[in-house]
């Protein structure tokens, strides 16, 4: 955001931090199969954590390098979904957040044994855009089976935050659900984000025709031309900042 701003000196200012806390952050916490919670030596400094690849989901889905390798990625990502998310009644509930290398829950904390709607959505965008989509999608549908499903806990429009094993939840109507968009924008987020090309919005659909404002059809060895839009009516008041 800093060099898209233009400010090089504070974004020159991260780069130097980042480059200094990654290598500490991976040998500290990177156990050769997926980040420790901490790296302390407390009964709970190795639980497995659904989130502990937060920074890679917003990274990836801002088109930005990604913050490990990938095998440190999709092994850490398949730690989780085979501990946290498949370990709790087969995966129907979503992804705990916390548990133990020994597949218990880890019951440190109230959030530690938790199950909460949007980081398990986060989770599962996390794993689409490392090309898992299937257990992504297994991982999501825990979240629907538990909150949506007759076989659920029928929270239905009231999705709350989050929810235990045994279906004791807290705070109804929570806006963290809404994460799922983040799987929407993994499975069809446009190529490079940070270049998108300036174009108005009202032109879009009003193109040139030597670009490709005129489609060319090729049907039974016949060739055509299909005109794709006419130029549409501005709006007033219009966000798109039309220039008609």
Not at 2 to 15: P, V
Not at 206 to 217: D, I, M, Q
Request: charged share 20%; hydrophobic share 35%; glycine share 10%.
């Amino acid at each position: 955001m800093a060099l898209q701003l233009g400010d090089k000196d504070f974004a020159e200012w991260c780069k130097t931090k980042y480059l200094k806390a990654k290598p500490v952050f991976e040998s500290m916490l990177w156990n050769g199969s997926y980040f420790n919670y901490d790296s302390g030596s407390s009964n709970n400094s190795k639980s497995i954590q659904a989130d502990q690849l937060a920074g890679q989901w917003y990274t990836a889905s801002s088109g930005l390098p990604s913050l490990f390798d990938d095998f440190k990625i999709k092994s850490a990502l398949q730690k989780i979904y085979d501990f946290n998310v498949m370990k709790v009644k087969g995966g129907r509930m979503g992804a705990v957040n916390g548990m133990h290398p020994n597949g218990k829950v880890d019951e440190t904390c109230m959030q530690s044994r938790e199950i909460w709607t949007g980081v398990t959505y986060g989770v599962a965008a996390t794993m689409i855009l490392a090309g898992m989509e299937e257990q992504a999608f297994a991982t999501a549908e825990g979240i629907f089976t538990a909150g949506w499903s007759e076989d659920g806990y029928g929270y239905w429009f009231q999705t709350p935050e989050g929810w235990t094993i045994d279906g004791h939840f807290r705070s109804l109507i929570y806006m963290r659900p809404l994460s799922i968009w983040g799987m929407q924008w993994a499975l069809s987020m446009p190529k490079a984000i940070l270049e998108a090309p300036k174009i108005n919005v009202m032109d879009r659909i009003h193109l040139s025709p030597n670009t490709n404002g005129l489609r060319k059809s090729h049907t039974h060895g016949q060739t055509g031309v299909r005109k794709i839009a006419t130029k549409a009516k501005c709006f007033g008041n219009s966000v798109f900042n039309c220039s008609c």
